[in-house]
């Protein structure tokens, strides 16, 4: 895999992500990726049902997992299970070269009760959002298990039999996880109602980022008071709701800034920024950089 690969995908208004599988008819997304390929050295909070697992090759990141802030250094990796809100970042801009891994429960779909009892009781268990990988104990044998999942699969395109080895690896990495986790004694829970208000309130901005919002509009749409949209915004996304607001509309302006000949003023008023002037400003405050410099600077 070129470590050059650009980590693609798309994020749905309710902050789902629709994964760009390898094969779009085999749901399982390998790639060695590098940190600096993303915006300000960050990923976007979203969440989807495909296992996640990241394996930090060079470098260090930091992984929010639902607010929980996870430091990864090389060597070590981390699970994401199904529907947690997520996303890695460097906030000194450090580079990280890493291996990522979204892997669908469905694959592992033999028959209702086999899912229900063994891969639900793993991916949709209340008591394990996120574990933290490393190379000791049992969990070495959970890295193996990945790392042969790169080996095999990480290719383009994959080859033939890959697509049987990784449900090999699959399967028994499930099984590992599934022998040593305490799955007997939790029980799946409904989302809270915090996250189920955030995600709502995400949602809201979503729709409406091109548009003059209020932290009241974002309020109203979360079910919530100003003060509590305030409270969930920085207890699970680090930021404020503005602030968000703000990093949303400059990653949507990036496609157009870098795939068409629009001016900075039609950018700018386009995605809900007051002017070119201020869309300018908060572009190099997030960026380091001018729009049209950062524009240059891209590969082609």
């Given at each position: 895999m070129d470590n050059n690969t650009k980590y693609c995908s798309v994020f749905n208004s309710d902050s789902s992500e629709t994964v760009a599988y390898n094969n779009p008819l085999f749901p399982a997304y390998v790639v060695y990726g590098l940190l600096s390929s993303y915006p300000d050295y960050s990923s976007v909070s979203h969440w989807h049902k495909d296992l996640e697992f990241i394996l930090i090759k060079r470098g260090t990141m930091t992984y929010n997992v639902n607010g929980r802030l996870i430091e990864l250094e090389e060597g070590s990796g981390i699970m994401v299970n199904s529907y947690q809100l997520h996303y890695g970042f460097s906030a000194e801009h450090n580079e990280c070269e890493f291996v990522c891994i979204l892997l669908s429960p469905e694959l592992l779909q033999v028959n209702?009760?086999?899912?229900q009892n063994y891969i639900e009781a793993v991916t949709e268990n209340s008591a394990y959002p996120y574990l933290y990988l490393s190379r000791n104990g049992w969990m070495s044998s959970v890295m193996e298990k990945l790392d042969e999942i790169y080996d095999s699969f990480g290719k383009v395109p994959a080859e033939p039999l890959s697509y049987f080895e990784l449900m090999e690896d699959y399967f028994m990495l499930m099984k590992i996880l599934y022998e040593n986790l305490d799955i007997g004694s939790q029980t799946r829970k409904p989302e809270s109602t915090d996250l189920s208000s955030l995600r709502s309130m995400m949602t809201y901005i979503e729709e409406h980022y091109m548009e003059h919002i209020t932290l009241a509009d974002i309020a109203l749409s979360g079910a919530c008071c100003k003060s509590k949209c305030s409270l969930l915004f920085k207890k699970y996304l680090r930021d404020t709701p503005i602030t968000y607001t703000t990093k949303l509309r400059l990653r949507k302006s990036l496609s157009t800034l870098l795939d068409s000949n629009s001016s900075i003023a039609d950018i700018a008023y386009e995605y809900g920024f007051?002017?070119?002037?201020?869309?300018?400003?908060?572009?190099k405050k997030y960026y380091g950089m001018p729009p049209l410099i950062y524009k240059k600077n891209q590969p082609a």
């Open positions: 209702d009760w086999f899912y007051s002017g070119a002037s201020y869309y300018c400003e908060t572009f």
